[in-house]
């Protein structure tokens, strides 16, 4: 079956502007996790959808945002983009329905801001 | 919260060597997985083991749990398994909802 799916695979904008990033999650999965990946701060998980409701979050500013649809697919927002939100963005899907089940990614958004 | 910390921080090895990747966790986990992460940047799981001991190919992996630690071997290394290998675990009373946290990484160079 399709694996997660992440468009689009690379993004460059401009410092000031907003972006929107997407994630399909695998069929029948209804949880879906965003992580940033920078080099300086490894991989940090920003938030969880599940069932369109947002039940986890961690420690980012409210520039980020996210949300999930009703087919569990999920968009991640960024506005006001700063240099430092250059990063790779990955997404993971699961089954979600409780704690500690597993997680599977996407090949990731790679974002550039200059 | 939940503090994962990975060993070594980088490896060299000859193609065909063994290695052992460490991983210590600082809480109970009801999840624990070890991933792959490719040169383009996706993550490939290789294993899903909150506890007990799993293999695959050449790879293989024990979680203690009541230790608090998890083991990734690799055997016969090759060339294609150069890359950086990630440690990442959901706290079990953070009710932190399918939330891993990651380690630093161990980054692998096999050469030929």
């Known amino acids: 079956k399709a694996g997660v799916t992440q468009t689009p695979r690379y993004l460059i904008k401009t410092r000031g502007q907003q972006v929107t990033l997407s994630c399909s999650p695998i069929?029948?999965?209804?949880?879906v996790s965003w992580y940033q990946q920078t080099p300086g701060q490894g991989l940090q998980f920003l938030f969880e959808y599940f069932s369109e409701t947002q039940r986890n979050k961690g420690n980012f500013p409210g520039r980020f945002s996210g949300r999930q649809f009703s087919n569990s697919r999920s968009e991640m927002n960024v506005s006001t983009l700063e240099l430092g939100d250059s990063a790779l963005y990955l997404c993971a899907s699961s089954l979600g329905a409780g704690d500690g089940t597993e997680a599977f990614f996407g090949q990731g958004t790679r974002l550039t801001v200059v | 919260g939940i503090q994962v910390e990975q060993s070594p921080p980088d490896l060299i090895l000859q193609e065909g060597a063994n290695s052992t990747l460490r991983c210590n966790f600082s809480d109970s986990v009801n999840n624990l997985q070890w991933f792959h992460q490719n040169p383009w940047g996706q993550l490939i799981n290789l294993f899903y083991?909150?506890?007990g001991t799993k293999q695959n190919g050449r790879l293989s992996a024990t979680t203690v749990a009541t230790e608090r630690y998890s083991l990734l071997y690799i055997s016969s290394s090759q060339t294609t398994d150069s890359g950086v290998y990630f440690c990442a675990v959901e706290d079990m009373f953070s009710g932190g909802y399918n939330k891993l946290i990651f380690g630093a990484g161990t980054r692998l160079a096999v050469h030929p």
């Open positions: 083991i909150p506890s």
């Open positions: 069929s029948g999965h209804r949880s």
